[in-house]
């Protein structure tokens, strides 16, 4: 099956500092998203990234498409306590109509 | 009400017991899904509706039974689960399952198998 790897598993950070977390893929992809869960939610859509090398920005957040079309990355500058949650990066699998996700990222800051 | 809904949000069930999940949305969409999120693994994709028909079984075990009656609603009925059945179901809805867009996801039901 499709090997999609996400890091870190885990952060830990002061609230103020920036965030990067990436994914990376074993084949190349046309479509990547990046989701974020909120204790006791589902999933909510944050950025969609549909071209090599697409950088696109939500705020404060930016992700990007990899160049390679293998990878993608999701910063967060200037990080605050509505941060806390898990962020997802998922692909779409065009032909299996299907949307696969990474393990996660759990972020969590003090104040 | 908007978006995608599930009910109960919690539930309680013995190995012995048949209760339904529930999903609704309100966003005229074509497909929908069932994923399965346990502590510790990604979101597994369990079933995969279009336009009413299953277009997808991700090899889930037959004491997980879907019911699609119509393109707003998704059941999930189980029956005899095993406590590692115990996990947070998602139910999701997109414009149609071949799409580029990504998914709209409810907020869940936690259960737990006793």
Redesign the interface.
């Given at each position: 099956g499709q090997q999609l790897n996400q890091s870190p598993q885990s952060m830990f950070i002061q609230e103020g500092e920036d965030v990067s977390m990436n994914c990376t893929s074993s084949s190349i992809f046309n479509t990547w998203l990046w989701y974020k869960q909120d204790p006791g939610e589902g999933p909510v859509l944050l950025i969609a990234l549909y071209k090599a090398g697409e950088l696109t920005s939500n705020g404060r957040l930016t992700a990007q498409f990899g160049i390679t079309r293998k990878d993608s990355f999701l910063n967060i500058s200037a990080s605050i306590p509505s941060d806390v949650g898990i962020y997802f990066c998922a692909l779409i699998i065009q032909g299996a109509q299907k949307l696969v996700f990474g393990q996660g990222t759990r972020l969590t800051i003090n104040p | 009400e908007t978006g995608?809904t599930?009910t109960p949000r919690h539930l309680v069930m013995g190995m012995t017991n048949k209760k339904s999940l529930k999903c609704e949305q309100h966003l005229g969409h074509n497909?929908m899904?069932w994923y399965k999120q346990s502590a510790k693994?990604?979101?597994e994709?369990m079933f995969?509706y279009?336009f009413k028909e299953q277009?997808?079984n991700n090899s889930v075990p037959s004491r997980f039974s879907p019911e699609c009656p119509n393109s707003s609603h998704l059941f999930l009925h189980l029956h005899t689960l095993q406590p590692e059945d115990s996990a947070l179901y998602?139910c999701?809805s997109s414009q149609e399952?071949?799409?580029?867009?990504?998914?709209?996801?409810?907020?869940?039901t936690?259960l737990t198998v006793v």
């Open positions: - | 995608v599930q497909a899904y693994k990604p979101l994709l995969v279009n277009t997808e998602l999701a399952a071949r799409t580029n867009y990504g998914y709209t996801f409810g907020s869940g936690r």
